[in-house]
T-cell receptor
Framework: TQLLEQSPQFLSIQEGENLTVYCNSS?????LQWYRQEPGEGPVLLVT???GGEVKKLKRLTFQFGDARKDSSLHITAAQPGDTGLYLCAGDAGNNRKLIWGLGTSLAVNP | DADVTQTPRNRITKTGKRIMLECSQT?????MYWYRQDPGLGLRLIYYSFDVKDINKGEISDGYSVSRQAQAKFSLSLESAIPNQTALYFC??????????FGSGTRLTVV
């Protein structure tokens, strides 16, 4: 069974701090996606990484795909209260393109 | 209008009742999915459809059925609702680059 483990499970920080959350697996993925979910809403796609070692930036968010395409990280610089939410990673294992989902990191950024 | 619309947003129903959750999309995507989300269990796939004539069971399809009435419409039915089907339900579509677009969800409570 392919699994995606996300850490930490919960994170509470002050506005302006930097943070990194992780998404790890023992399996290789052809691509990996990151989503953010706010309470009462559906997940919203932030980025898709495809190439091992790839780094993508989205304003203050930096996403990296591991060289072996088994893991990924999300780094947020100078976090803001608007970054609060559940961050989910999802891997495409190439199996009819159904995604394997992590359980998420719940981030709270306090003013 | 939202790209993926789910109705109703909230529903309380009694044990044993049949209930239908509806999903419509304006994305023009062939692939559609139904997930449920539970605290601590993450997103779990109920059913998925790659086109109107292709319906597939996900990991937790027991007690559920689906209908793909058109490319744009994908409905989920609970044949005889039970309390452990209380959850947040999401419909999603998938584009050619495999990113998902989720609806806002249906919060279902079975009493």
């Amino acid at each position: 069974t392919q699994l995606l483990e996300q850490s930490p499970q919960f994170l509470s920080i002050q506005e302006g701090e930097n943070l990194t959350v992780y998404c790890n697996s023992s399996s290789v993925f052809s691509s990996l996606q990151w989503y953010r979910q706010e309470p009462g809403e559906g997940p919203v796609l932030l980025v898709t990484v495809v190439t091992g070692g790839e780094v993508k930036k989205l304003k203050r968010l930096t996403f990296q795909f591991g060289d072996a395409r088994k893991d990924s990280s999300l780094h947020i610089t100078a976090a803001q209260p608007g970054d609060t939410g559940l961050y989910l990673c999802a891997g495409d294992a190439g199996n009819n393109r159904k995604l394997i989902w992590g359980l998420g990191t719940s981030l709270a950024v306090n003013p | 209008d939202a790209d993926v619309t789910q109705t109703p947003r909230n529903r309380i129903t009694k044990t044993g009742k049949r209930i239908m959750l509806e999903c419509s999309q304006t994305k023009g995507h062939d692939r559609m999915y139904w997930y449920r989300q539970d605290p601590g269990l993450g997103l779990r796939l109920i059913y998925y459809s790659f086109d109107v004539k292709d319906i597939n069971k996900g990991e937790i399809s027991d007690g559920y059925s689906v209908s793909r009435q058109a490319q744009a419409k994908f409905s989920l039915s609970l044949e005889s609702a039970i309390p452990n089907q209380t959850a947040l339900y999401f419909c999603a579509t998938q584009d050619r680059y495999y990113g998902y677009t989720f609806g806002s969800g249906t919060r279902l409570t079975v009493v």
